[in-house]
């Protein structure tokens, strides 16, 4: 398996994310193809003494920052590593994008450059999220502000379809994401996609338990939570921000004294390793899901560690088969009138 | 000062409700009308040894539980301690109504019996958050599930109001919930209010520091925070289990040695007042702003201590004068065009 990887996307690119990638290459056997300035990456693969067999570079001078406009960075610099390293994927030179680059602009380009799957109407961007046994897979987080039913209906059936295929559940327990559990919360678009996602229950097809609050998101009462893009983002942001502001608290807490101090002490690496299970970025990277070929994006925060665990998922993601289950179902998932 | 007290609302009603009531005559010095089954509540008063002077009784049969459906409630069950309150909030026979029963009934009667402000297109529901230096408004929480701008514009104002003079702001900082900081994030919705706030700030009537993502809750960014109902109560309840996972993440780690047992003991206190600090029932209740006279939604499981803690608020919401300042603004809060 070849993965492509944009070596220059991300805060602490190229360095981490090369060195992610080699140990990727180390321990699951991978080929790479590094997209960036070569210069850089060559200085970088001749300090980590990489062996090169394996390891071809692809040259692409510009890089895509924070500060482009994600709907057209990529077909304003053609020349980027994301750019090239998308027009690679869609030129079947490789299995797989990595990229720790601009969510938006990924997206963008991945959409436009490799396309989404005939008779998917958007691509979710879709984080499992460290909870319950398998974690929670939250579709869509943001690539889709406005939604409509049917692109609901359809992140329901690719949530299960992921959750089945790559989280290890066997009869994923799909949840609409809703201000109370009864049947009829919510405004006309939860009531539509209730409706849709009900019937894809009595067909058999996904097994939707119904709407689930904000709570039930960290509770395991479901692996798939469907959502738009608008309420998935800030939810997503949400939680984020109170386990920082909980974990400011409780450092506050162990320094308010001496003997706080040094029970703090004994805590320190079980709790280094409680925080490390609620880190978003130790699961991986976030599927693009509904996009033709595999496109990972990896936080862009990514460090070596990081990195290589958005290779592993890209891994899992090519021999998963999930694009073709999609593609084998996709009758299912258009709307009859349309 | 009279409060008038839903005293069959809640989990722990009569008793804690009763209770709470009753801490609250001796602490802040309020006269009470308690409205419930008469017999109930006398029996509470004998058990506590209540002095009587400035205790009123409203006999109400009925109890509007959580089965009722809150669009109907106070309408169907007219003799309700509910429906009994709202009238005698209407009929000027006290000053404000706490309650711990259904927030939606509550809502759906208060608007119907007390009625809105004149101009306040909807009421809110909002919470304070415990965070940052004064707390933070989310505002909408649930109220409205489907808003309009002008609706949002209202919640702004009322929320700057709110911060001036019940949370200690001098000049609130008002932002817009989105799914990025940049003006033109977000759907149609977040564009159209994003102008008419804007409009506002530059007019010299409200702060209104942009927008604000889903990290800003908690981050002391804001001091009010402005969003759909649907949005705010998905955000509300996903923090809320955020927190309990955390929470029981921590006491696992906690129990899972001797060590850690021990190291846990001598944290223990301190981590109660962390907790505590944490819970938005700690706050005191939930304003209903936008309504024509002050009602105030207790927590559902509230104990004596939280119930008190509700009157407070409805207390300092009455001392505040918010409602007359709604009503002098008013004008500036409709939309031009209408």
Chains 1, 2 share one sequence.
Do not use: W
Not at 26 to 44: M, P, S, T, Y
Not at 50 to 55: F, L, R
Not at 183 to 199: P, R, S, V, Y
Not at 244 to 266: C, D, E, H, P, R
């Amino acid at each position: 398996m070849k993965i492509i990887v944009d070596a220059m996307g991300g805060d602490h690119a190229p360095l981490e994310i090369v060195k992610g990638a080699l140990r990727a290459k180390k321990e699951l056997g991978v080929e790479l193809l590094l997209v960036g300035r070569e210069e850089a990456i060559r200085e970088i693969l001749t300090q980590e003494n990489a062996e090169m067999t394996g390891i071809e570079i692809v040259d692409a001078r510009e890089v895509i920052s924070m500060e482009d406009d994600p709907s057209t960075a990529t077909r304003r610099k053609k020349d980027s590593s994301m750019a090239v390293a998308l027009n690679l994927l869609r030129d079947e030179r490789g299995d797989a994008v990595v990229s720790a680059g601009s969510t938006g602009a990924l997206l963008t380009g991945a959409t436009l450059t490799v396309k989404r799957i005939k008779g998917i109407r958007r691509a979710a961007l879709a984080p499992v999220l460290p909870a319950g046994e398998h974690g929670v897979m939250l579709i869509d987080c943001g690539a889709n502000v406005e939604c409509t039913a049917e692109y609901l209906l359809q992140f329901g059936y690719m949530g299960s379809f992921y959750a089945k295929k790559l989280m290890g559940c066997e009869n994923p327990r799909v949840g609409l994401l809703n201000v109370g559990t009864e049947d009829t919360k919510g405004g006309e678009l939860q009531h539509q996609t209730f409706a849709l996602l009900k019937q894809a229950h009595e067909e058999g097809r996904i097994n939707f338990i119904g709407n689930v609050e904000g709570t039930g998101v960290f509770n395991g009462s479901a692996d798939v939570i469907v959502t738009d893009g608008f309420t998935g983002n800030v939810l997503l942001k949400g939680t984020e921000g109170v386990i920082k502001y909980m974990m400011k608290a409780l450092k506050g807490v162990f320094y308010s004294s001496t003997k706080n101090k040094l029970a703090a002490l004994v805590l320190k690496k079980d709790l280094a390793a409680m925080k490390k299970s609620m880190d978003v970025n130790e699961v991986g990277g976030t599927a693009l899901v509904g996009i033709s070929k595999p496109v990972i994006k990896a936080h862009g925060s990514s460090n070596e560690a990081s990195f290589f665990a958005a290779i592993r998922q890209a891994v899992a993601f090519v021999q998963s088969g999930i694009i073709d289950e999609i593609k084998e179902n996709i009758d299912y998932m258009k709307l009859k009138t349309e």
